[in-house]
């Protein structure tokens, strides 16, 4: 009897997971590849259309460009997992079955309780959300003057914040649009627990573009008007974008699965596996056990790696094979900063930390080997030049 292996999710994990599984099953089985979109987003791209919303054409791209003509694509919102009974629901009460399911749904904007955040701020994990930044900016901007400009402010300064903030400072410098754009960051430097060195260079970066950085103090409550820091500080907005942490997506919050008791991402082993040998989990939504006391990053990069073993490791459980684990190991990091980047730490470079030419190019190439790796080079060279 052939076996029904299901994938819920069309981001890094679940679109990658696509391909390792077709790759390693062949004819083995039945694939079924579940997503809320018919579409896979370049999501560490997804900023550019900030800028400019034409870009979107270059980083979403159709299902049926991915998948092999043998998978069956079904578009719904997942709802619930039923371990027990091995099915799925979707918001329209119709089911899947599974006998093997990878859980990729990836995650969502934690607003760590934090009064008015999430009825007041854009988030960027998806496609409309970048097109609605961009929309609300370009609005602002026309209603404000050189004497009155426009306020953008950016709750944290991680790797999406940094990047949005490179973004408005571009759309304001192609537009000469009147906008102050202020970057909020409650730790006390900017792109947290990272190396001084790269810190300073996007530091750097984000000041020479007129970015007000501000660092020090969380954001403790926001209205429809201001954004309250610390104690003391009420700083006015016109456009909010937070992008300041994840947790897991609500349909994983009832699956009965070891989770994170504050997150609810499901905990794994090193070989991916829940504690349901029949239900595997990778990216973002999974807290998957590395050597040390710390889980795989939660990171583009980290869930590409693991999608190119999850097919071989589904494949090993269902022949009854004994699984493999796998440990991340950073290739290194590349930021873009409007059409600037800085990287740090890349394999097989002398420095550690660089920009220019180098660092932006390297920023392309990353984007175009993913874009390649699940579609064919032709994507990739057509998006070359709007990464």
């Known amino acids: 009897m052939t076996e029904n292996v299901v994938v819920l999710g069309s981001g890094y994990a679940g679109a990658g997971a696509i391909k390792s599984l077709e790759s390693e099953l062949g004819n ?3 694939l079924t590849w579940v997503s809320n979109v018919d579409y896979h987003l370049v999501l560490h791209e997804s900023h550019r259309c900030i800028r400019d919303p034409s870009i979107q054409e270059k980083i979403s791209i159709p299902v049926d460009e991915i998948k092999a003509p043998s998978t069956r694509f079904v578009q719904g919102e997942v709802v619930d997992v039923e371990t027990d009974e091995r099915t799925i629901e979707l918001d329209d009460d119709s089911t899947i079955d599974y006998d093997y399911l990878l859980v990729a749904l990836g995650s969502q904007t934690a607003f760590f309780g934090i009064d008015g955040l999430e009825e007041y701020s854009h988030t960027l994990k998806s496609l409309d959300d970048a097109l609605g930044i961009h929309e609300d900016i370009k609005q602002a901007a026309r209603s404000a003057s050189q004497s009155d400009p426009a306020q953008i402010v950016i709750g944290g300064a991680g790797l999406s914040g940094i990047q949005t903030a490179g ?10 649009a009147p906008i102050d754009i202020h970057l909020v960051e409650g730790l006390d430097e900017i792109f947290p627990g990272n190396d001084p060195e790269v810190q300073a260079a996007l530091r750097k970066r984000l000041e020479d573009r007129d970015v007000n950085i501000m660092t020090g103090e969380f954001i403790g409550e ?15 907005y016109d456009v909010l974008v937070w992008t300041g942490g994840i947790t897991g997506r609500d349909a994983v919050q009832d699956v009965d699965l070891e989770k994170d008791e504050r997150n609810h ?21 999974a807290l998957i056990d590395q050597p040390g006391e710390n889980p795989a990053p939660p990171t583009a990069e980290a869930a590409w790696e693991a999608a190119d073993h999850i097919g071989k490791n589904m494949a090993r459980q269902m022949r009854g094979q004994p699984l493999e684990d796998w440990t991340f190991k950073s290739k290194g990091t590349a930021i873009s900063v409007g059409h600037d980047a800085v990287a740090h730490d890349v394999m097989m470079m002398p420095m550690d930390t660089f920009g220019g030419f180098l660092a932006r190019n390297l920023k392309k190439a990353i984007a175009a080997r993913w874009i ?9 060279l057509k998006a070359w030049p709007d990464m």
């Open 28 to 30: 083995e089985a039945d």
């Open 167 to 176: 973004e408005v400072a571009g759309f304001r410098e192609d537009h000469r």
């Open 222 to 236: 926001v209205d429809e008007e201001t954004v309250y820091i610390g104690d003391d500080v009420e700083l006015d």
């Open 265 to 285: 991402r499901i905990h794994t082993e090193m070989n991916f596996q829940t504690e349901d040998e029949r239900v595997f989990a990778i990216g973002d939504c």
């Open 372 to 380: 390649a790796s699940i579609t064919g080079p032709g994507r990739a």
